[in-house]
């Protein structure tokens, strides 16, 4: 079975970390770093990085960081934010990544692909430098990223990929709030208790990701309008069963208690 890009890069860790080069490279850096001076290997640096104390792991990683313009000081960076990259893209994977389906996010794997490769121009912008905290710097900026490359091939959902996504969806607790909501919408189209368009509103902007602004800017729309729309429809499917996250965003907070209009 082939293996997915996040264990493949583990895999490949594993291997070029255990050579006597990498560890000779390590003592290298060393000589410099007192953060690096109790390791043997970068492979134990990574592993300082992930599982100590945010403090001691900052200044490891940072450690590595000003050291990563060589390849293996590259190498050992996105190593040791893998976690967070393989984290956050399973994540996001329903929502970001629908913002570019049909312009090169097809599946999971080729956004995987995109969250290495943005993360690695991020490690290269910063390697020699000393940010207070390394891994923020990297992820947040890699995000950042990605969502303004989404956005600007932001597209209103049809209610076959409504349909589509439902049906992917099992049943279950373990079902997030987004994709209740999938649910919800596809099954008030159906039932014609909600318009094909305002499920299109809602799906894009609380299922898929799109802020208000985005999508409003994308159809020529005035953004209040569109606010208003989607409290309006939230309060439809509220009246049919529908019971919001406990943890709302302030914008569906308000669009429940009527004070959107």
């Known amino acids: 079975m082939r293996m997915r890009l996040f264990e493949a890069l583990d895999a490949e860790w594993g291997r070029v970390s255990a050579t006597p080069q990498a560890a000779a490279a390590l003592r290298l850096w060393a000589e410099g770093e007192p953060a690096l001076a109790d390791l043997a290997s970068p492979a134990d640096a990574v592993r300082r990085c992930r599982s100590s104390q945010p403090a001691v792991a900052a200044a490891v990683l940072g450690a590595l960081l000003r050291h990563a313009g060589e390849p293996l000081g590259a190498r050992a960076v996105l190593q040791a934010v893998v976690p967070s990259l393989r984290a956050q893209a399973a994540r996001r994977v329903g929502g970001v990544r629908h913002l570019r389906t049909g312009q090169g996010w097809e599946g999971s794997d080729d956004f995987d692909a995109e969250v290495v490769a943005v993360a690695l121009e991020r490690i290269a912008e910063l390697a ?134």
């Open 128 to 261: 020699g430098t000393t940010p207070a905290w390394p891994a923020q710097a990297i992820c947040e900026a890699t995000w950042a990223c990605l969502r303004v490359s989404a956005a600007r091939s932001v597209r209103q959902p049809t209610p076959e990929d409504i349909d589509a996504e439902a049906e992917m969806i099992e049943a279950g607790p373990s079902r997030t709030d987004a994709e209740t909501l999938a649910m919800v919408v596809a099954t008030a189209v159906r039932a014609q208790w909600l318009a094909t368009d305002d499920a299109q509103v809602i799906y894009a902007t609380r299922v898929l990701g799109h802020t208000p602004a985005e999508l409003a800017a994308a159809q020529g729309r005035d953004v209040r309008a569109l606010r208003a729309q989607r409290a309006r429809a939230e309060r439809r499917l509220v009246l049919v069963g529908w019971a919001p996250a406990k943890r709302m965003a302030p914008c569906r907070a308000e669009a429940l208690a009527g004070s959107a209009g």
